[in-house]
């Protein structure tokens, strides 16, 4: 695929692009300069801390997850035996326990 310039834009587009194609002659070099490409030891030392924070930073994340459970949900086999005990041996009320009330769920309210 080749690109076609109109004949009235021949000069203009050749014009544009030799001076979009010059090198900056003002001794600036496009900021390429002695020190161009080099970095500064306080770079370095930034440098080293990041890495530092980022180690810290997985290590704690490591501990934290090692805490987690392997599954959040409830198992079923604990509560299936308190099922059937409960069914096999009926309990007699116990005067020392009070009851615990039932908390409610918090509602958002609408104006």
Same mark, same amino acid.
């Given at each position: 695929m080749s690109f076609v310039v109109p004949a009235f834009a021949v000069v203009p587009v050749t014009v544009s692009s030799q001076f979009l194609?010059?090198?900056?002659?003002?001794g600036d070099?496009?900021?390429q300069?002695?020190?161009?490409?080099k970095?500064?030891?306080?770079? =370095? !030392? %930034?440098?080293?801390? =990041? !890495? %530092?924070?980022?180690?810290? !930073?997985?290590?704690s994340m490591t501990k934290h997850l090692k805490r987690l459970p392997e599954s959040f949900d409830e198992p079923a086999s604990s509560e299936a035996p308190a099922a059937s005990e409960a069914a096999e041996a009926p309990e007699a009320p116990k005067a020392d326990t009070e009851p615990v009330a039932k908390t409610e769920k918090p509602t958002a309210k609408s104006d």
């Open positions: 194609a010059q090198q900056p002659g003002n070099n496009g900021g300069g002695e020190d161009f490409g970095s500064s030891p306080v770079g =370095f !030392l %930034i440098l080293i801390l =990041f !890495l %530092i924070a980022v180690a810290l !930073l997985v290590r």
